[in-house]
Nanobody, 125 residues
Framework: QVQLVESGGGLVQAGGSLRLSCAAS????????MGWFRQAPGKEREFVAA???????YYSDSVKGRFTISRDNAKNMVYLQMNSLEPEDTAVYFC???????????????????WGQGTQVTVSS
């Protein structure tokens, strides 16, 4: 059974940093793209970042240059380093994994089958 568990959220002031972690279990994830999405109150869940390998990372325009996604395949972990946080980054952040390997439309949440429970990130102004 595939399970994703996020951690690392919290309350931070604007301009601060947080590092989110996603612990994956139930299969070997090294061959799968992994994604981070977020959902603010009253808004749809939106793409943040995705990674297949160190040289294959993808970011939404709103976080490019501020967030960095990485993974440790030996530990089945995915990370999201978030710097220069803004109040607009406030949301619940979700880790996601697809059912299949191969090319994905990484920004489309319908490509992802497995989701964590989410971790709250709140950025105060």
């Amino acid at each position: 059974q595939v399970q994703l568990v996020e951690s690392g959220g919290g309350l931070v002031q604007a301009g601060g940093s947080l590092r989110l972690s996603c612990a994956a279990s139930g299969r070997t994830f090294s061959s799968y793209t992994m994604g981070w999405f977020r959902q603010a109150p009253g808004k749809e869940r939106e793409f943040v970042a995705a990674i297949w390998s160190v040289t294959s990372t993808y970011y939404s325009d709103s976080v490019k240059g501020r967030f960095t996604i990485s993974r440790d395949n030996a530990k089945n972990m995915v990370y999201l380093q978030m710097n220069s946080l803004e109040p607009e980054d406030t949301a619940v952040y979700f880790c996601a994994a697809p059912r299949r390997t191969g090319p994905l439309l990484v920004s489309d949440r319908r490509e992802y089958t497995y989701w964590g429970q989410g971790t709250q990130v709140t950025v105060s102004s």
